[in-house]
């Protein structure tokens, strides 16, 4: 079982601060996907990386993938009440084989 | 719209009993999961299934099985329900491959009393 730890468990913080939150693992990725999970909905999925070093940006929300491709950080600019949530980076090491991490609990009060 | 749905958003249960959970997606996915979500564990995999009537075990089996008779179709079945089965059940599907997004149905929150 690959492990996937993500640091902090929880996180609340005021509108308008930035945040990191980061998904750490001894196992390495083929690739690292980070989900969103709202109260009463089930995850869904917010970006994929592939490469080592590679980042991408969504809006306020930059995701880093590891140069080993063992970890993830994903970094929120200036938070907003709508971005609470549980985040989960989910990590692939081939087909049909993706590990959950232990999630983020993100509250922004506004 | 996608959709992937769980029969049920809360169940109650006694121990003992036999439990079936349901779950129906609509875009012809090949692959199906059940997953279990306990706070600070994440997500864990039951089981999952990439054609009808195929099945593999993840990581956490025991006291579960699954029955898959249509591709759209991916049920997860508690024997003899239990205290400690007292979680959040999710289902998922996805097309087969590497790199491919899993979509989530709503969860079923499950207590065994």
């Known amino acids: 079982t690959q492990l996937l730890e993500q640091s902090p468990q929880f996180l609340s913080i005021q509108e308008g601060e930035n945040l990191t939150v980061y998904c750490n693992s001894s196992?390495?990725?083929?690739?690292l996907q980070w989900y969103r999970q709202e109260p009463g909905e089930g995850p869904v999925l917010l970006v994929t990386?592939?490469?080592?070093?590679e980042v991408k940006k969504l809006k306020r929300l930059t995701f880093q993938f590891g140069d080993a491709r063992k970890d993830s950080s994903l970094h929120i600019t200036a938070a907003q009440p709508g971005d609470t949530g549980l985040y989960l980076c989910?990590?692939?090491?081939?087909?049909?084989?993706?590990?959950f991490g232990t999630g983020t609990r993100l509250t922004v009060i506004p | 719209d996608v959709k992937v749905t769980q029969s049920s958003t809360y169940l109650v249960k006694r121990t003992g009993e036999k439990v079936f959970l349901e779950c129906v997606q609509d875009?012809?996915?090949?692959?199906m999961f059940w997953y279990r979500q306990d706070p600070g564990l994440g997500l864990r995999l039951i089981y999952f299934s990439y054609d009808v009537k195929m099945k593999e075990k993840g990581d956490i089996p025991e006291g579960y099985s699954v029955s898959r008779e249509k591709k759209e179709r991916f049920s997860l079945i508690l024997e003899s329900a239990s205290t400690n089965q007292t979680s959040m059940y999710l289902c998922a599907s996805s097309l087969p491959g590497v790199r491919t997004e899993a979509f989530f149905g709503q969860g079923t929150r499950l207590t065994v009393v």
């Open positions: 875009m012809d996915h090949e692959n």
């Open positions: 989910a990590g692939e090491t081939g087909a049909n084989n993706l590990f």
């Open positions: 196992s390495v990725f083929s690739s």
């Open positions: 990386v592939v490469t080592g070093g």
